[in-house]
């Protein structure tokens, strides 16, 4: 199938060697002003076509100047989010519109295209709180992340891979949460009695 034909389900389709491509060139940009980066979606789980790629990142923070300031006050600056500016003004990426017209470019998600390629891009910035459970959501595919949200229900349990990850009521403390924190990728699918599969074995 062509980039140019669409997918069965209506979704555009791309070729695995051109995705990688731009992975390769975004993760390139991003690499240095990141603690920790990685390529997920269909691209991780192996597939031959996929219809986006996905960049999971931890953002770098670091002190600039505060060109407002006279005084060379610095401020808190998403290192990430500056290079992203720069790609943007040179015209490499743009925002994607969605369906409505809008764009969505938050602090947390940003949805892009690959303007050489014309190659969806969706950037997720994490934090080393929910780092794991995002590389498993964001990773997929649907079926694989419906099972570990049915299986943490059935443990008493709530999958929030955006916050806080593995959470439940404290029944000693009303109004709080128990938060379980995970330490890997496999601790994830363990943690709720799950088998722990590869990336290019999750459907």
């Not at 709530?158 to 109004?175: D, H, I, L, Q, V």
Request: neutral net charge.
């Amino acid at each position: 199938m062509s980039a140019t034909q669409a997918a069965p389900a209506g979704k555009v389709k791309y070729p695995r060697a051109a995705a990688l491509n731009v992975a390769r060139e975004l993760v390139k940009a991003l690499e240095p002003v990141c603690s920790r980066i990685l390529v997920a979606g269909s691209l991780r789980r192996r597939k031959a076509e996929v219809g986006d790629v996905e960049i999971l990142y931890i953002p770098i923070v670091l002190p600039m100047a505060d060109p407002a300031d006279l005084f060379g006050k610095t401020i808190a600056t998403n290192a990430a989010d500056a290079v992203l500016k720069k790609l943007l003004d040179a015209g490499a990426i743009a925002k994607r519109p969605n369906a409505i017209g809008g764009t969505s470019w938050g602090a947390q998600n940003k949805l892009a295209l690959h303007c050489a390629s014309g190659i969806p891009v969706d950037l997720f910035a994490a934090t080393n709180e929910n780092w794991w459970n995002l590389v498993v959501s964001r990773t997929g595919g649907a079926a694989s992340n419906i099972a570990i949200c049915q299986a943490a229900i059935e443990s008493g349990w709530k999958w929030n891979p955006y916050g806080e990850g593995f959470s439940r009521p404290n029944p000693e403390r009303p109004g709080w949460l128990l938060i379980k924190e995970m330490h890997s990728e496999r601790e994830v699918f363990e943690f709720i009695g799950l088998e722990w599969l590869e990336p290019w074995e999750r459907e």
